[in-house]
């Protein structure tokens, strides 16, 4: 049967939603956190940019 993840209908969270449940999930976080710090070295990025690309939230 397994667990069913639930997102208490909180608006945005399919969209940039990563569950944690299997090694590869955590796999694909390290990738998009990664590529967040890719992101925000590029020059042209505000520091209002930069910083909204660096929040996260668990």
């Known amino acids: 049967m ?3 993840v639930n997102t208490f209908n909180t608006p945005g969270v399919e969209e940039n939603r990563h569950y944690l449940k299997e090694v590869e999930d955590a796999q694909k976080i390290r990738r998009t956190v990664i590529d967040c ?3 925000v070295s590029l020059p042209t990025l505000s ?4 910083k909204r690309i ?5």
Do not use: H, P, T, Y
Not at 47 to 50: A, H, P, S
């Open 54 to 58: 660096l929040q996260f939230i668990n």
């Open 37 to 39: 710090f890719e992101k």
């Open 2 to 4: 397994g667990a069913r």
């Open 47 to 50: 520091d209002d940019e930069r």
